[in-house]
């Protein structure tokens, strides 16, 4: 965490870890209640659509760029024989950050949309489905969220330029769109689950990987 931590400004801090998730969680709940008068899950699936995107744009003030081959911003890394596990440890801490994040924003937004429900006298939930199921329909935004997030963050880091975090960002609300016609196999939700925890483990490794190979690199340019 304290490796982490040295890459952050405390306005990154103010808007990642705070105004973020306020902000996902109350537009999710004020499109559920004009919707559906909350009784539906409008609001996961728009915390969960949103949230690729936002974590995408917000990387560029983090690691944004680092892929690049004449990216500059961590020359300093070089001076220590440390620099290269301190960057390691952050990247790792980042992805753990993403999926905490989506993990409490999805399960945030249901317990809130519930107990508005609940407050209004009305019925909650996907219908007639019981709450096993909808933990695994509210672990699939969870998972489907974070891969996808961390798939856009992998392939914006090869720009420096916040448009290209954008365009990226565009795209993973498409795949967002895309990914929630899975829910008409809510039968097999749980082994949905289980292939996006695989491929979402992959992406990460991914992910760290290119991002270290691409520093080590920079030593011999």
Request: charged share 15%; aromatic share 14%.
């Amino acid at each position: 965490m304290k490796s982490y931590l040295v890459f952050t400004s405390a306005w990154y801090r103010l808007a990642v870890f705070l105004l973020m998730p306020i902000a996902l969680i109350g537009l999710g709940l004020w499109v559920e209640r004009m919707l559906w008068g909350g009784r539906g899950a409008t609001g996961v699936i728009v915390a969960a659509v949103l949230l690729p995107m936002v974590e995408i744009v917000s990387d560029n003030w983090l690691f944004g760029g680092i892929q690049t081959k004449d990216s500059m911003r961590l020359e300093y890394l070089k001076t220590s024989g440390r620099g290269m596990d301190i960057l390691r440890a952050a990247l790792w801490m980042d992805l753990l950050r993403k999926f905490l994040a989506a993990l409490g924003i999805m399960a945030l937004c249901r317990l809130a949309g519930t107990w508005m429900a609940m407050a209004e006298g009305t019925d909650y939930g996907f219908d007639i489905m019981d709450w096993g199921l909808e933990a695994g329909i509210l672990l699939y935004f969870t998972l489907l969220s974070y891969f996808v997030s961390t798939l856009g963050t992998f392939l914006s880091r090869f720009g420096d330029m916040l448009w290209m975090n954008l365009l990226v960002g565009y795209g993973a609300v498409f795949v967002m769109l895309f990914g929630l016609a899975l829910l008409n196999l809510a039968d097999i939700i749980f082994i949905i689950d289980i292939i996006c925890a695989v491929f979402g483990i992959l992406i990460s490794a991914v992910t760290v990987r290119a991002a270290t190979k691409r520093v080590e690199r920079s030593y011999y340019d």
